[in-house]
């Protein structure tokens, strides 16, 4: 009987293994000593010591990401826990599985304001899926297993599991993972039949279709990014992807019409506005993705297809909710298409790709690359012509401009091979995850497009990349701004450029050579090609400092609160910015 | 489409009474910016460990719809339903009103109350508590008329609810 008790430290490591967990993210401190020593003793979990505790959180979102598992992070009590709250409401946000493990202090010390104590659950509560406090060592076991559960299943998202240190070292017994129904928490999976078939009548009959994908289908496994290609291939609509569904149709598919949004494309956003069936699958209205509310695709009949029922109707009413896995619902919706022999009108289907072809012939990522200076565009697309024909390549991106321009010009032909802060814009996002993305796929080549801005907003982690021999890419677009804030400032402020100047920059080679990576620097459009290729042959990490136009602006652009047929496309229209940029607009982020 | 008229509803969410739970709903009210009207809550099946909260709030189709469907995403909520448009059902309220008076305005205070059937749940020379239940405009027409026969205080529980007829909710 004794020989089957086990410290608390013991049992954490002993559930972890058993929901497959290879690797955490973090870092230790006072209450969370008996956890590091339990995994000093053992070998199966790896611990990458991270370099500030948001880095291990952003880094457990690009394991995430780009393997389908769930994240795990530890850290400390108290300022260990608070650093994570970025992390874990980027990962809220984007939907991101992480379970977050944070040290607290012993549970008769706790609301006595004892040292590095904080209200660790009451402080994450709004800004994770779920969080718990174990209290008792016999409810351990069973929280690490529910957390994974809940941080997995449903729609994803970041779990907190707050460990005092005296239930860390208590003896108590291991329960394996039960099988058994959670009491409340059940996500539905399938979806309603009559909906899916309403929504095959609505797509069969539509002149103008458009299928219009998200993170949800990324979220819901290769399968469903698979089940998306088909349905495009079935149907013949055009399909767009949101910043965080870019991967789910591959970007040489012929009806992929490019990214939608403020700084998508011309043909994406024109599709929206025009179509007069939209099929959103796994995506969630987002005000960068709809403009003005009330001039959204006014002449749409809408489906929506979503794993959680809090996203329908909340900023768009739609016509046909379909509560449900992307890849449960897209998998009935090709049956009932196929069993039904449902074809598309053609000619109406030729005459709606007319006008997209219209559309995509004015070339709305179209730039100039001319004399000595490098535009941020050109760096990309030279970029994205180095990595042409590689499947080991995974993205990260910081954000601002650069990462809009990724997003532009970069080709993504599978899922989970791109990593960006979405929902939370959180500079300072992709060097971790491009890290923890390296952790998980060690031979894979790990590029973080960043501005010199973001980069500098968890640098400290390129010790870790030193310390575990990560050969990450950072591939600066250096324009010397916040360049997004500057472009704003430029268009809505009169040009007042307040703070956005980025003084005093560190020298990015020198940075590099002293973490151990390699510096490069560029300035020459002749030598890009010439650096790119020595970054992606240098077998350690990489910064490249690449100086790049500091003028140059994303576009097109609609600006907030304008509807998607006021696309600006480029700086001669600047009128066109004004007269749909509005005061209401400006009050909106 | 959408209506936009404001309306009442009366929500009633089943959860697992565990720490915390009431911060995530009041959370989730405040976060999101909607309105609590009342709030009750208390534990109904201690065996189950399950408490019922009873929420007053009041929003448009689209919110009330909104909040439901945040309510149920929360992990320890069971059953969430809005009773105002889910059949008929019970509304009731309780409140505790204390009257301090002496002489004729007195007597009319334990007069009004014998109208309204609250029952005197304590007695001093010069005060009464007064236990009323009711709806809430009846109990709000009750604490209106104590007001000049001597109001000190009042404390009243929110609403509860249930539906009307054999099934649960």
């Known amino acids: 009987m004794a020989q089957d008790r086990m410290t608390g430290s013991e049992i954490l490591v002993k559930a972890l293994v058993d929901q497959g967990v290879d690797v955490l993210f973090g870092y230790p401190g006072g209450a969370v000593l008996p956890i590091y020593d339990a995994i000093f003793q053992q070998n199966q979990l790896r611990h990458i010591l991270v370099r500030q505790e948001g880095g291990a959180v952003h880094a457990a979102e690009g394991y995430a990401r780009s393997t389908g598992k769930v994240g795990v992070v530890l850290v400390t009590s108290g300022p260990g826990a608070t650093n994570c709250v970025t992390g874990l409401t980027d990962a809220l946000m984007d939907s991101i599985p992480v379970v977050c493990l944070t040290g607290q202090?012993?549970?008769?010390?706790?609301?006595?304001?004892?040292f590095q104590e904080a209200d660790t659950v009451g402080i994450t509560r709004p800004c994770t899926k779920h969080n718990y406090l174990v209290k008792s060592i016999e409810d351990l076991a069973r929280t690490i297993h529910e957390a994974f559960h809940v941080a997995k299943s449903g729609r994803p998202g970041p779990v907190v599991v707050d460990l005092p240190k005296d239930v860390m070292t208590a003896l108590g017994s291991y329960l394996p993972p039960a099988k058994a129904?959670?009491?409340?928490?059940?996500?539905?999976?399938?979806?309603?039949?009559?909906?899916?078939?309403q929504a095959v009548d609505l797509l069969a009959n539509a002149k103008k279709p458009l299928i219009y994908?998200?993170?949800?289908?990324?979220?819901?496994?290769?399968?469903?990014?698979?089940?998306?290609?088909?349905?495009?291939?079935?149907?013949?609509?055009?399909?767009?992807l949101t910043l965080m569904g870019l991967g789910a149709l591959p970007a040489s598919h012929k009806n992929f019409v490019g990214m939608v949004g403020m700084h998508g494309s011309l043909e994406a956003n024109m599709c929206m506005h025009d179509c007069d069936v939209m099929l959103c699958v796994g995506a969630r209205f987002d005000d960068r993705v709809t403009g003005r509310l009330d001039a959204f695709s006014p002449g749409s009949k809408k489906i929506h297809i979503d794993i959680d029922a809090s996203?329908?109707?909340?900023?768009?009413?739609?016509?046909v909710p379909i509560i449900g896995d992307c890849a449960y619902v897209l998998e009935d919706i090709i049956k009932v298409w196929k069993s039904r022999q449902a074809k598309c009108d053609g000619k109406a289907l030729a005459s709606w790709w007319d006008e997209i072809e219209g559309w995509r012939a004015r070339d709305s990522f179209k730039y100039t690359q001319s004399g000595e200076v490098i535009k941020p565009q050109y760096a990309l697309e030279r970029l994205n012509a180095h990595l042409k024909g590689r499947d080991d390549v995974f993205i990260s991106t910081e954000v601002g401009q650069h990462q809009m321009w990724a997003a532009q010009f970069l080709d993504f032909e599978k899922p989970n091979h791109w990593m960006t802060s979405g929902g939370l814009g959180t500079m300072g996002y992709g060097l971790p995850a491009a890290m923890g993305v390296q952790v998980a796929h060690p031979d894979a080549l790990c590029i973080d497009v960043a501005g010199?801005?973001?980069?500098?907003?968890?640098?400290?982690?390129?010790?870790?990349?030193?310390?575990?021999?990560?050969?990450?890419?950072?591939?600066?677009?250096?324009?010397?701004?916040?360049?997004?804030?500057?472009?704003?400032?430029?268009?809505?402020?009169?040009?007042?450029y307040s703070e956005s100047y980025m003084d005093s920059l560190p020298d990015f080679v020198k940075l590099a050579e002293s973490f151990g990576a390699v510096g490069l620097r560029v300035s020459d459009p002749e030598k890009l090609d010439d650096v790119i290729a020595e970054m992606i042959a240098?077998?350690?990490?990489?910064?490249?400092?690449?100086?790049?136009?500091p003028n140059e602006n994303v576009y097109p652009m609609i600006p907030a609160g304008a509807a998607h047929n006021q696309i600006t496309m480029s700086p001669d229209e600047q009128a066109v910015l004004d007269a749909a940029s509005t005061d209401e607009g400006l009050a909106l982020v | 489409m959408i209506k936009s008229e404001q309306r009442k509803a009366t929500i009633a969410v089943l959860v697992d009474n565990e720490p915390g739970v009431l911060a995530r709903v009041i959370?989730?009210?405040?976060g999101r910016g909607y309105n609590i009207d009342s709030l009750t809550v208390s534990e109904v099946d201690a065996a189950a460990h399950l408490s019922r909260i009873t929420i007053v709030t009041s929003g448009t189709e689209m919110v009330i719809t909104q909040i439901k469907a945040q309510l149920q995403r929360l992990v320890p909520v069971h059953r969430t339903s809005d009773l105002t448009v889910e059949g008929p059902y019970v509304e009731r309220e309780?409140?505790?009103?204390?009257?301090?008076?002496?002489?004729?305005?007195?007597?009319?205070?334990?007069r009004i109350a014998d109208i309204f059937r609250a029952r005197a749940v304590d007695s001093t020379i010069n005060s009464f508590v007064f236990e009323i239940t009711g709806s809430l405009e009846k109990i709000s027409a009750f604490v209106d008329l104590m007001r000049p026969l001597g109001l000190v205080d009042v404390s009243r529980t929110g609403v509860v609810a249930i539906s009307r007829g054999p099934d649960p909710i």
Do not use: C
């Open chain 1, 181 to 197: 129904r959670h009491r409340s928490y059940n996500p539905q999976v399938k979806g309603d039949l009559s909906r899916i078939e």
């Open chain 1, 311 to 319: 996203s329908i109707n909340k900023n768009i009413a739609v016509d």
């Open chain 2, 27 to 30: 959370g989730l009210f405040s």
């Open chain 1, 452 to 496: 010199e801005a973001s980069i500098l907003m968890n640098i400290q982690e390129m010790a870790t990349l030193a310390q575990y021999r990560l050969p990450v890419k950072v591939f600066i677009l250096n324009n010397r701004w916040m360049g997004m804030v500057r472009q704003w400032q430029e268009f809505f402020f009169g040009g007042r």
């Open chain 1, 105 to 114: 202090v012993a549970t008769h010390l706790i609301g006595n304001d004892a």
């Open chain 2, 94 to 110: 309780l409140a505790l009103v204390k009257v301090s008076s002496s002489g004729e305005t007195r007597v009319e205070a334990l």
């Open chain 1, 538 to 549: 240098t077998p350690s990490a990489v910064i490249v400092d690449v100086a790049v136009d």
């Open chain 1, 213 to 240: 994908a998200g993170g949800g289908v990324i979220n819901a496994g290769p399968a469903a990014s698979q089940l998306l290609t088909n349905l495009a291939d079935l149907t013949g609509a055009p399909t767009t």
